[in-house]
T-cell receptor, first 111, second 113 residues
Framework: KNEVEQSPQNLTAQEGEFITINCSYSVGISALHWLQQHPGGGIVSLFMLSSGKKKHGRLIATINIQEKHSSLHITASHPRDSAVYICAVPPYGGSQGNLIFGKGTKLSVKP | DTEVTQTPKHLVMGMTNKKSLKCEQH?????MYWYKQKAKKPPELMFVYSYEKLSINESVPSRFSPECPNSSLLNLHLHALQPEDSALYLC????????????FGPGTRLLVL
């Protein structure tokens, strides 16, 4: 079964800084998900990516399928980016619908 | 409409109560999920419905009983819960195809006394 490791577990940044969150997994996959969870619970799906890079506003996600590694970058970070960022992958590789979640990276951006 | 709604937002129940959590989506998605999330932990998959049929049950105790009355609705019936079942219960849906994005609801925060 796939194992997901995220780093760092906690991250504190000053407003405006460039942020990088990393995710590694053990079993080859077809797609990886990045999710955002704000205090209070709701989860928002940020990206689903199979290869290369995706960009949405100040968020950029990259994946290297051969190295089983993905990164989430936030440019010009803002206090409203403070949240838990979670990486998720299919449990047995391939493209199963259900997901295994990393433990999350708690980001706090100070003004 | 890309929204998954969940009711209630908060629920407090005793160990002898019977209650239900509800989840609804109108995106035409054919896969729906229940997750349980304890504080400071990632979500854990409980159940998956695909085309209104239960396709995955991750060894969840029988005091949790899912129901999918139609393709837009997903219920989770609760009976004789334990205090350790207190958690955030998240519903999600996806198109049902492979490699699809999951859309999450805001969750129901459950407290069992």
């Amino acid at each position: 079964k796939n194992e997901v490791e995220q780093s760092p577990q906690n991250l504190t940044a000053q407003e405006g800084e460039f942020i990088t969150i990393n995710c590694s997994y053990s079993v080859g996959i077809s797609a990886l998900h990045w999710l955002q969870q704000h205090p209070g619970g709701g989860i928002v799906s940020l990206f689903m990516l199979s290869s290369g890079k995706k960009k949405h506003g100040r968020l950029i996600a990259t994946i290297n399928i051969q190295e089983k590694h993905s990164s989430l970058h936030i440019t010009a970070s803002h206090p409203r980016d403070s949240a838990v960022y979670i990486c998720a992958v299919p449990p047995y590789g391939g493209s199963q619908g259900n997901l295994i979640f990393g433990k999350g990276t708690k980001l706090s951006v100070k003004p | 409409d890309t929204e998954v709604t969940q009711t209630p937002k908060h629920l407090v129940m005793g160990m002898t109560n019977k209650k239900s959590l509800k989840c609804e989506q109108h995106m035409g998605h054919r896969a729906m999920y229940w997750y349980k999330q304890k504080a400071k932990k990632p979500p854990e998959l409980m159940f998956v419905y695909s085309y209104e049929k239960l396709s995955i049950n991750e060894s969840v105790p029988s005091r949790f009983s899912p129901e999918c009355p139609n393709s837009s609705l997903l219920n989770l019936h609760l009976h004789a819960l334990q205090p350790e079942d207190s958690a955030l219960y998240l519903c999600a849906s996806s198109a049902g195809r492979h490699q699809e994005t999951q859309y999450f609801g805001p969750g129901t925060r459950l407290l069992v006394l």
